[in-house]
């Protein structure tokens, strides 16, 4: 018996999905394509994804998934050092931003291809970014930051352009210690 034979079809669906969306793009990867890519049959692959706007959002939200479980987790581990957190999320996208066939963030690239606010994944994207967003509020809230709100909005976007720096070339070291000197920064610490 194979290793595909012995993955739940859904996921191996989506395990294609999650390797091509990122690396070609939504738009740019086909249904055949991903059929290719998972083994499975036309009919199959439509049982479980009945559109390609589901399939999106389902990728989305396995992507949504991961990164929420890790933050969780980390901040379970590190409960009461809110800055250990954030220098843990800083070195996170520092080493992701790096890596080879990094992409940037799979939110703002979907983003950047769905066009129609009624699209199921566009309700994940936002739910998303709200999330991540709110945990960095908190954790300002917990360090005892003015306007953690507003500081935590800037952080997010200082967050956006450090992936882009990463994915530019940067040293992934360098552009987690930017991302907390610009941090620092921002929250006047």
Known sequence: MSVIELKPV???ILDA?????????????????????????KMTFYRHFPTKNDLVAAYLAVRADDEQ??????????????????RWYADQVGAASCTP?????PFINAAAEISDP???????????????TGQVHELLDELGVDHAGTRAEQIMMLRDGAMVSGYLGRAPEQV???????GRSIIGR
């Open 118 to 132: 009624e699209h199921p994944g566009t309700a994940i994207i936002q739910g998303h970014r709200a999330w991540l």
């Open 69 to 86: 479980s890790a933050v969780t987790a980390k901040r379970r581990e590190l409960a009461g050092d809110p800055a250990g957190v954030l």
């Open 101 to 105: 066939g990094f992409r940037g963030c």
């Open 10 to 12: 859904r996921e191996r």
């Open 176 to 182: 987690a210690d930017d991302l907390v000197a610009g």
């Open 17 to 41: 999905a999650i390797e091509h969306y990122y690396a070609d793009g939504i738009r740019a990867v086909s249904a055949d394509k991903l059929i290719a890519a998972a083994h499975v049959s």
